[in-house]
């Protein structure tokens, strides 16, 4: 069933990369337009909107005309650093047609982790909130060693939304939600309107590998949950969320 958000006051949003790129692993405009969208909608309501984005590297592989996604570390790393400002400046020329200004955030885990950087972070992020911007959070790709890398824009909104003590988490996919299996494999799968606790069926549910990003989607929404954060997961694109924890 869909829950009624009416009374959030502040959102996290999270998309991912699949929801923003082709299939040529290239960031496609019109989809970061469609997520500009869904963003003004919450703000137009009267809900302060922190935006995590992926699409840095997708950005960085079109432009450096490569054939793909690549898999070595220097050149994600190089891709996302040549990706980033273009990514950035996509999101101004659509959320300027709202008038609404924007801010970039590059974090790594120990701005959540580190005394003094997570109070600097949590501060900055309330005078943005105060000017009605919206923060556009990727995690520093570029720069970012295994050690303090969260790995994933999944829990890095987790982590934002408790930081910035959110109302709600919003994780955008590529599917309408969390399912008993892959959508896109497997036949006769049911779509979980809601999910009260995190049983050790879910757990292995999502402890599938390539379950379509669902593992880190739960992770982050257990983090979230234990918060006190409701989480929504749904399809880019839509303008119906449905309800979580």
Known sequence: MARDFSGVKRVVVKVGTSSLTNRNSRLEPLKVRKVVREVMDLRRSGKEVLLVTSGAIGAGVGKMEMKGRPKELSLLQAAAAVGQGILMRVYERYFGRYGQPIAQLLLTKEDFTHPERSRNLKNTLKVLLRWGVVPVVNENDSVAVE????????????HLAILSRADLLILLSDVNGLYTGDPKREKGVKLLHEVRE???????????????????????????????????????????VRGGC
């Open 147 to 158: 050690e303090i890398k969260f790995g994933d824009n999944d829990l890095l909104s987790a």
């Open 198 to 240: 995190f049983t050790p069926q879910l757990e292995r549910l999502g402890g599938r590998r390539g379950f379509g990003g669902m593992r880190t989607k739960l992770q982050a929404a257990k983090l979230a949950c234990s918060a006190g954060i409701p989480v929504v997961v749904a399809r880019a694109g839509e303008r119906r």
